[in-house]
């Protein structure tokens, strides 16, 4: 169980076992909808990562991932609250997909609206057959206010964004794998073990290379090639000149590292 400002956490169930922190939505009854409450208490898990943290998974209590924003809360604020509100998230979903580690999400049920915003910040979505993906906004007269509309067409293109958002499409688990909404397809209840295989795997990693694969990758990608190719010289001497590639580096050239293998 998680100690210190971890434990107070009502709306989230959290575990640490080893090197892998597991954070769990947990508000069931309202389908693990997102309120102000859930929101800030994902912004202080995940500012408050224990040091000896390597990997995080994601997932949600009962039979959704998660229903999005809480449109219990939405009647309440104004236009310029509205601007703040989506500030905020943006603030939260870039603490996940900026973090100093990786994060594995589990999809399962709804995964909509918010909560597909809040599963395309993480790094490597794992999603079980039932899990489906919506954007209701467009439905409810809203529009995505959670990184969505950065974050989702960098998954499945523009075009598949948009027809979610105008005709209300939901997208079973098959096809948002194709598409790319997950990575890796599993049946119904093993997403947790599969999510566990692949955070093992990012532990045993070196932190630092996580760390450039979750800071540099994503920003190396938007950029204009010449920039992006003299910012990766630069992400891999710093890499490179780390203890641990260097010891990991010797490992392999006395034959005391794994080669790769076909899977
Ligand atoms: C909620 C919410 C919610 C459920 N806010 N309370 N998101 C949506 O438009 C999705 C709305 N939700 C649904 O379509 C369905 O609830 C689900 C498909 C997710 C699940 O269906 P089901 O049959 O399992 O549950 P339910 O009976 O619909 O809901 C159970 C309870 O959760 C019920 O409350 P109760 O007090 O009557 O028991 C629901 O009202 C409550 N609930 N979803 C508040 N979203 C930063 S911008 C992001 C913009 C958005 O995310 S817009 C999309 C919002």
Not at 75 to 100: C, K, Y
Not at 115 to 132: F, K, N
Request: charged content about 15%.
């Amino acid at each position: 169980p998680a100690t210190g400002v971890l434990a107070g956490l009502d709306h989230l169930h959290i575990e640490i076992s080893g090197k892998v922190l597991h954070l769990r939505l947990n508000r069931p009854a309202k389908r693990n909808a997102l309120n102000d409450g859930l929101i800030m208490q994902l912004q202080t898990a995940f500012t408050n990562l224990p040091a000896d943290v390597s990997a995080v998974i994601l997932s949600g209590e009962g039979e959704h991932f998660c229903a999005g924003l809480d449109l219990s809360e939405l009647t309440e604020r104004n236009t310029f609250e509205g601007v703040l509100h989506s500030r905020g998230w943006h603030a939260v979903m870039d603490q996940i997909q900026f973090g100093p580690v990786p994060v594995v999400s589990v999809l399962h049920g709804a995964v909509v609206g918010g909560g597909l915003e809040l599963a395309s910040a993480t790094h490597i979505r794992v999603a079980e057959h039932s899990a489906y993906y919506g954007l209701p906004e467009g439905q409810r007269g809203l529009f995505v206010g959670g990184g969505g509309s950065a974050r989702v067409p960098r998954l499945v293109g523009v075009h598949c964004m948009t027809d979610m958002m105008l005709t209300g499409a939901v997208i079973d688990a098959h096809e948002g794998w194709q598409r790319g909404f997950s990575r890796y397809l599993v049946p119904d209840g093993a997403g947790f073990a599969k999510a566990c295989e692949l955070a093992a795997k990012i532990a045993g990693n070196a932190p630092l290379s996580n760390f450039a694969v979750v800071q540099a990758l994503p920003r190396i990608a938007d950029m204009p090639q010449g920039d992006a190719l003299f910012v990766e010289a630069l992400m891999a001497a710093i890499a490179q000149g780390d203890a641990a590639a260097k010891q990991r580096l010797r490992a392999f050239l006395e034959g005391r590292a794994g080669k790769v293998v076909k899977q």
